[in-house]
């Protein structure tokens, strides 16, 4: 098994309250279902105010290096992430487990 970690960080003077912010959550909330190689998939928002707090966290998990490939080059993936792209920036950490 392969867990695919996301965390975004909204871009200076981006909220949360944004329409492109919450339609580009609810894209991700939307995904995990849309796309069948993956086995697990939770997402959310950070409620923490640290200031090395990230925004929004993506947590999943797919069964191999080809299921992780496939979800990434998913329609449905691209269009969330082209999303994203407007209003923040993420880092992101795949392993095996």
Request: proline share 4%; charged share 25%.
């Amino acid at each position: 098994m392969i867990r695919h970690l996301v965390l975004f960080k909204l871009n200076e003077g981006v909220s949360r309250d944004e329409p492109r912010v919450i339609a580009g959550g609810k894209a991700f909330e939307e995904l995990g279902g849309q796309v069948p190689e993956v086995e697990f998939w939770e997402c959310a928002w950070n409620f923490s105010e640290r200031p090395i707090a990230y925004d929004f966290a993506i947590n999943s998990a797919v069964a191999d290096r080809d299921a992780l490939q496939t979800y990434l080059d998913h329609p449905a993936h691209q269009a969330a992430v082209a999303q994203w792209r407007e209003f923040a920036t993420w880092v992101i950490a795949d392993y095996d487990f």
